[in-house]
């Protein structure tokens, strides 16, 4: 459980009426939860997972040790034909399961992750080296994080775009957005659209339609 607030005192209180209730150990500032690593300092607080990425690299053994500049190539666009089928998707699913997770704390490989997670019924080859290109750019980047710092302003700036029938699938366009809260972000998304845009215009309404909704 983590209590926070701006209150020493009340925080103090609802940490002595919960002893009082359950059997519980104050574990101090926060540090550490669910493979978050959280870091205060005089300026701010910095989240990350480095230590989440070093444990999915030894479970991925990827065997050799280079890195890569992007976590995908520019231009690719995978398909579900692409390549021979794996004989074992379970690797597949596991690893791109925790690429989910640590998304959470890395904008910075969301696109294709999402990408990723569309082939998880029936990867192949091809999807899989991509899935270990994504492994290899983690190894390369591992100790990037996200920062809030706590002289902030509170006022909102968002961008939104949209990338139009990206999916050679279905011709479907994908949106994506980011929200920051002063020089915090705070919100990021990637969605494939519902519908078919006739147009990269259409594409880039219904993604800042997603933004709009988001943000109220």
Request: hydrophobic share 40%; with cysteine.
């Amino acid at each position: 459980m983590i209590i926070t607030g701006d209150d020493p005192e009340y925080i103090a209180f609802v940490k002595a009426r919960l002893r009082d209730q359950f059997l519980m150990t104050d574990l101090g500032p926060l540090r550490y939860f669910l493979g978050i690593e959280v870091s205060s300092t005089s300026d701010g607080f910095y989240i990350s997972q480095e230590k989440y990425i070093q444990d999915l690299l030894a479970r991925a053994a990827l065997g050799d040790e280079r890195t890569v500049e992007t976590p995908m190539e520019l231009n690719v666009k995978l398909q579900l034909t692409d390549g021979d089928p794996l004989s074992d998707p379970t690797r597949y699913r596991h690893l791109v399961g925790s690429l989910v997770y640590l998304a959470v704390t890395r904008p910075d490989i969301s696109y294709p992750v999402h990408i990723l997670s569309q082939f998880v019924s029936a990867p192949t080859t091809v999807h899989y080296s991509h899935l270990l290109r994504v492994l290899r750019y983690l190894r390369g980047t591992i100790t990037r994080r996200l920062f809030f710092p706590r002289s902030s302003s509170l006022q909102l700036q968002c961008y939104s775009d949209a990338t139009w029938a990206s999916d050679p699938s279905d011709r479907r366009s994908l949106s994506a957005y980011c929200v920051f809260l002063g020089g915090s972000l705070i919100a990021w998304k990637m969605k494939k659209q519902t519908a078919v845009s006739c147009s990269s215009v259409e594409a880039e309404l219904r993604a800042m339609a997603l933004l709009t909704a988001e943000v109220t």
